[in-house]
């Protein structure tokens, strides 16, 4: 089992910037994704990015591709997402989540441990 808590989360202008930090505590394996996914009012959860934390590749939903990036600080086992040029459409609940590597990092289903989520308002 692995803990998961979110921080970075607030209010910024369009066009500014956010970066959300996700410290993980527990049974964090290198074969272990993390993920960032968001939830919109009335909206399902969606993935955002994901990376492997034993490293590798980072993998983008279309919408962020270019302004988010996903990076993980192994030996203080944090992850981050550095979000720039942020749009009204990225307002959102954003949660971490990690699970056992499966190839499926888009899907919620392939993550078993989720934080608490943070809050990311941008305004217009």
């Known amino acids: 089992q692995v803990q998961l808590v979110e921080s970075g989360g607030g209010l910024v202008q369009a066009g500014g910037s956010l970066r959300l930090s996700c410290a993980a505590s527990?049974?964090?394996?290198?074969?272990?994704?993390m993920g960032w996914f968001r939830q919109a009012p009335g909206k399902e959860r969606e993935f955002v990015a994901a990376i492997r934390w034993g490293g590798g590749n980072a993998y983008y939903a279309d919408s962020v591709k270019g302004r988010f990036t996903i990076s993980r600080h192994y030996a203080e086992t944090t992850v981050y997402l550095q979000m720039n040029s942020l749009k009204p459409e990225d307002t959102a609940v954003y949660y971490c989540?990690?699970?056992?590597?499966?190839?499926?990092?888009?899907?919620?289903?392939?993550?078993?441990?989720w934080g608490q989520g943070t809050q990311v308002t941008v305004s217009s």
């Open positions: 527990g049974r964090a394996s290198s074969s272990y994704t």
């Open positions: 989540a990690a699970g056992s590597w499966t190839g499926y990092y888009s899907r919620s289903t392939a993550y078993d441990n």
